[in-house]
């Protein structure tokens, strides 16, 4: 809780500064008296001083990152010393990156020739190649709530994960050094698609939980969440505007929360709640963005999500056994587009549904603080509700 707590600072701190960018140069003034409260904090053992000190810390940070000369390093926040690369070496490697990606994309279609559409979603699914869906298909799962499933998040890099762990245990690696095995393999995933800042959460998150038990440590959700926020926004402070970054980390906390708090519940039960808690989070920074809630995007999430699981990793398999068949790649990726046209087809019906979307102009700031205090008041008062049951 306490690291939880000390996320919401650091956030709060940059969120606050990112209204001021142009007092970037009173960056060292914010930072000394950081310094000041956090030694005040600790010297009187006084907690909310000791987080006040972290907002200031989030402040300077962000004051600091927004120099001009700063800005532009953190532009590909990722790909750290790239200005001191040859424009040689620097084109050759994105030449690499580019063939790999094509050779990659040529695999996800193996099968799928006479199919466009399928070749095409299952493309976006596994790299994030959304330039080539049609705009209907864009409508159609931006009205069902359910475009995400095309952003390279949580969901596509877990299933990879999987992926690989299976295929390192069949080298007869040890499961407890699978997951660290494989983060080089999951990174290079990451790179290839370029570093999207859901697919960094993601590969973070799975690339701490997946080192855990090479360190006899067992697998925590809430700590790789911490953790991961943690690197990211002091890695790059201006990531805290990014809506994308937002949108990632917030509903991935509800859903490690509400997972947590399920566990007693009935499968079923926790699958319910789980969607229903990742969309109420993400609902007002969609309608503060694009001024649309879509209410359908609960029941739609509820099938698709576990639908595009099967996908990915039918679709990963499919690129794996190309390169010893490519004749039973065909077979495994017609399996991915199976799930893909199902999914299709969920999103036709979702959209259909009287109030499945509304438009209700961009939300103010004000309206996103009561939107998540009514969420935080709902929680505890269920966790009030729970602990009265268990007595």
């Given at each position: 809780?306490?690291?939880?707590?000390?996320?919401?600072?650091?956030?709060?701190?940059?969120?606050?500064?990112?209204?001021?960018?142009?007092?970037?140069?009173?960056?060292?003034?914010?930072?000394?008296?950081?310094?000041?409260?956090?030694?005040?904090?600790?010297?009187?053992?006084?907690?909310?001083?000791?987080?006040?000190?972290?907002?200031?810390?989030?402040?300077?940070?962000?004051?600091?990152?927004?120099?001009?000369?700063?800005?532009?390093?953190?532009?590909?926040?990722?790909?750290?010393?790239?200005?001191?690369?040859?424009?040689?070496?620097?084109?050759?490697?994105?030449?690499?990156?580019?063939?790999?990606?094509?050779?990659?994309?040529?695999?996800?279609?193996?099968?799928?020739?006479?199919?466009?559409?399928?070749?095409?979603?299952?493309?976006?699914?596994?790299?994030?190649?959304k330039r080539s869906l049609s705009y209907r298909t864009?409508?159609?799962?931006?009205?069902?709530?359910?475009?995400?499933?095309?952003?390279?998040?949580?969901?596509?890099?877990?299933?990879?994960?999987?992926?690989?762990?299976?295929?390192?245990?069949?080298?007869?690696?040890?499961?407890?050094?699978?997951?660290?095995?494989?983060?080089?393999?999951?990174?290079?995933?990451?790179?290839?698609?370029?570093?999207?800042?859901?697919?960094?959460?993601?590969?973070?998150?799975?690339?701490?939980?997946?080192?855990?038990?090479?360190?006899?440590?067992?697998?925590?959700?809430?700590?790789?969440?911490?953790?991961?926020?943690?690197?990211?926004?002091?890695?790059?402070?201006?990531?805290?505007?990014?809506?994308?970054?937002?949108?990632?980390?917030?509903?991935?906390?509800?859903?490690?929360?509400?997972?947590?708090?399920?566990?007693?519940?009935?499968?079923?039960?926790?699958?319910?709640?789980?969607?229903?808690?990742?969309?109420?989070?993400?609902?007002?920074?969609?309608?503060?963005?694009?001024?649309?809630?879509?209410?359908?995007?609960?029941?739609?999430?509820?099938?698709?999500?576990?639908?595009?699981?099967?996908?990915?990793?039918?679709?990963?398999?499919?690129?794996?056994?190309?390169?010893?068949?490519?004749?039973?790649?065909?077979?495994?990726?017609?399996?991915?587009?199976?799930?893909?046209?199902?999914?299709?087809?969920?999103?036709?019906?979702?959209?259909?549904?009287?109030?499945?979307?509304?438009?209700?102009?961009?939300?103010?700031?004000?309206?996103?603080?009561?939107?998540?205090?009514?969420?935080?008041?709902?929680?505890?008062?269920?966790?009030?509700?729970?602990?009265?049951?268990?007595?």
């Amino acid at each position: 809780m306490r690291l939880l707590l000390i996320c919401g600072a650091l956030a709060a701190g940059e969120y606050l500064a990112s209204f001021v960018p142009q007092a970037a140069g009173a960056w060292p003034v914010a930072a000394i008296v950081a310094t000041l409260f956090g030694l005040f904090g600790y010297g009187w053992g006084t907690r909310w001083i000791c987080y006040a000190a972290v907002t200031l810390f989030g402040i300077a940070l962000f004051l600091f990152a927004s120099q001009d000369q700063e800005q532009t390093y953190r532009m590909s926040p990722w790909m750290r010393g790239k200005e001191w690369r040859t424009a040689h070496r620097q084109e050759k490697r994105e030449g690499l990156a580019n063939e790999m990606k094509d050779d990659l994309s040529r695999r996800v279609g193996i099968g799928l020739e006479e199919d466009w559409e399928s070749a095409s979603l299952a493309r976006a699914i596994l790299l994030g190649e959304k330039r080539s869906l049609s705009y209907r298909t864009k409508k159609l799962f931006v009205e069902s709530g359910t475009m995400h499933v095309f952003a390279i998040s949580g969901l596509h890099v877990m299933a990879i994960a999987e992926v690989l762990a299976l295929c390192l245990a069949f080298l007869l690696v040890p499961i407890r050094f699978a997951g660290l095995a494989s983060a080089p393999l999951l990174w290079g995933y990451v790179a290839m698609i370029g570093f999207a800042p859901s697919a960094v959460r993601a590969a973070m998150m799975a690339t701490i939980m997946g080192a855990a038990p090479a360190f006899w440590r067992r697998a925590s959700g809430l700590r790789a969440w911490e953790l991961t926020f943690l690197i990211v926004h002091v890695a790059n402070p201006l990531m805290i505007t990014n809506i994308g970054n937002a949108l990632s980390f917030a509903v991935m906390l509800a859903i490690v929360i509400a997972g947590d708090y399920g566990k007693s519940m009935a499968r079923w039960q926790q699958t319910l709640f789980v969607t229903v808690a990742a969309w109420a989070t993400g609902v007002p920074i969609a309608a503060h963005i694009f001024g649309r809630v879509t209410p359908g995007g609960i029941v739609g999430n509820l099938i698709l999500i576990a639908t595009a699981k099967v996908t990915v990793v039918s679709g990963a398999l499919g690129v794996l056994t190309s390169y010893a068949s490519e004749t039973l790649a065909a077979h495994v990726n017609n399996l991915s587009a199976l799930g893909i046209k199902l999914m299709v087809l969920v999103a036709e019906g979702v959209s259909r549904l009287p109030g499945a979307n509304f438009e209700t102009g961009p939300w103010s700031l004000l309206t996103c603080i009561e939107w998540y205090a009514a969420l935080a008041l709902t929680a505890f008062l269920l966790k009030m509700i729970s602990g009265r049951r268990t007595i």
